[in-house]
């Protein structure tokens, strides 16, 4: 993986990071780890980018609501 895929597949975890709540970082950190791992099959790497970019952008969701 060059750093452009590296970077993408890291999206979830550091939109996590903007979250004020450390719920959804390990989660997100996880499906980082398993997109990476997974590059050698996109379909699988999707997926689990697809579900951590969704915990990430809840998290932000409900960061950016309470305030």
Do not use: N
């Not at 590296?6 to 450390?22: C, D, E, N, Q, V």
């Not at 780890?33 to 990430?56: D, N, S």
């Amino acid at each position: 993986m060059d750093a452009l895929q590296m970077s993408i597949a890291a999206m979830p975890f550091l939109l996590a990071l903007t979250s004020r709540k450390g719920k959804a970082i390990v989660p997100c950190l996880l499906t980082s780890l398993f997109t990476v791992l997974l590059g050698g099959e996109p379909h699988r790497a999707v997926v689990a980018w697809c579900v951590g970019m969704l915990i990430a952008a809840v998290a932000l969701r409900e960061r950016l609501r309470t305030g």
